[in-house]
């Protein structure tokens, strides 16, 4: 395990010598130290982030910097289960969620490889225009140094839509993982040398966001900042990007309404319920959080809900068979925890709400439901990020959507219906960047990813991912041997 800054391509100790303890969720206890980056550490990163940029990097052809993903895919590829451990130790999730990630990160790279081929292919396209006497071609240029701020929930996998990305579209790159969950990001630092990536391309600072993110979001040389995280702390990475103008992609909270209607299969739709919220120990930031079912199949679908739920087996993510792991971190435990004692004062608890059965040690949470839930319950309208269900009921498909949609977020939405017609209407009309139909949570690099409202702004994934690191530039050209003489009048 890394446990120092990657700079420049090579790794030191933070300048103060400065360190973090990293703690394992499952058992409460510290079994390794990475380095605390400070202020002096982000801005050298950012220097040889820029010196790469200039030195050769922005002017590679895409087909080269796809070498490059590739290597970085397949060196990920040959190290799954190694990496995959390594994210159950830091984070917490079963093994199987693990390898999953770890297997889309290498997947993002193999895709992202195949985007920077194609941008060789769009450069020069040219635009048809109304005057014969001009041309105009379309190039697309890299934005720069680009300041990546990840999360802890999924840490190797954000950090690579966002890393591979911006490699793919020629911009060199700072990393920024959690602090409480840099461990797999700084094994990109490793690859990064085994590929031979060249010198400054890729820097990673493991940190405190306090010190780290204020450096690098208002720093001159950084011309794009990409955010994971909370709303709280996005908004202020966005007022310092903005601030200084700079190209800014954040993708932020949600609480993500599923509607169930009448005609749903109910094991189906509890299969999907659990899904949309117990995933990741309920540590997603487009988890289906908000239920919405309809009142001709509530209570036996709640009956059966209740069964499911009692029946996850919790543990430690190296256990055969658990599929709810330990959250985090003991402030969000205690984050969770503060909301579910709320949640007993604003609704009915159905299951759950307490800390796991059993467990003595480790940040186990017992999946949780509250039934009855007002729309102004604060466990209905905030984001709690952990196992917490908040479910009501509702009459037609009006009423559904005017609830769902009353929310400051937008980040996701499912519909669970055998109507085809009444799915694509209530797709069509839930304010959400994603939305959900007979599932919950699936994800691909393919398709874009990102919220409206609070949720955030920009996507990710996608071409929608590349084109969020690339700057788009005219070049028009008279072609017309005719004299112009506008002024000259020659």
Known sequence: MQDKIYVDGGWRAASDGGTLPVIDPATEEVFHHIAAATESDASEAVHAAYRAF???????????????????????????????????????????????????AAHCFDLYARYAE??????????????RHFKSRVYYEPAGVAALITPWNYPLLMAVWKVAAALAAGCTVVLKPSQVASLTCLELGIIASEVGLPDGVINILPGRGSVLGPTLTKHPLVAKVAFTGSGSVGSEVGVNAIGEIKQTTLELGGKSPMIIFEDADIDEAVEWTLFGVFWNKGEVCSATSRLLVAKPIA??????????????????????????GPLISAAQYQAVMKYIEIGRSEANLLTGGQRAPGFEKGYFVAPTIFT?????????????????????????????????????????GAVITKDPARAERVARALEAGVVWVNCSQPTFAEVPWGGVKQSGIGRELGVWGINSFLEVKQVTERRSAEPWGWFTGK
Do not use: C
């Open 54 to 104: 200039h030195g050769g990097w922005s002017t590679t052809m895409g087909a080269k910097r796809a070498e490059y993903l590739r290597r970085f895919s397949q060196a990920i590829k040959s190290r799954l289960n190694e990496l995959a451990q390594l994210e159950v130790r830091d984070n917490g999730k079963p093994f199987p969620e693990a390898a999953w990630d770890i297997s889309d």
């Open 118 to 131: 194609d941008l060789d292919a769009r450069q020069g396209h040219e635009v048809e225009l109304p005057d």
């Open 372 to 412: 009855d839930v007002p729309t102004d319950a604060r466990i209905w309208r905030e984001e709690i990020f952990g196992p917490v269900l908040a479910v009501r009921t509702f009459d037609d498909e009006a009423e559904a959507l005017s609830i769902a949609n009353d929310s400051e977020f937008g980040l996701a």
């Open 299 to 324: 209570n036996t679908f709640l009956s059966r809900l209740k069964s499911a739920t009692e029946r996850i087996r919790i543990g430690s993510g190296f256990e055969e068979g658990v599929k709810l």
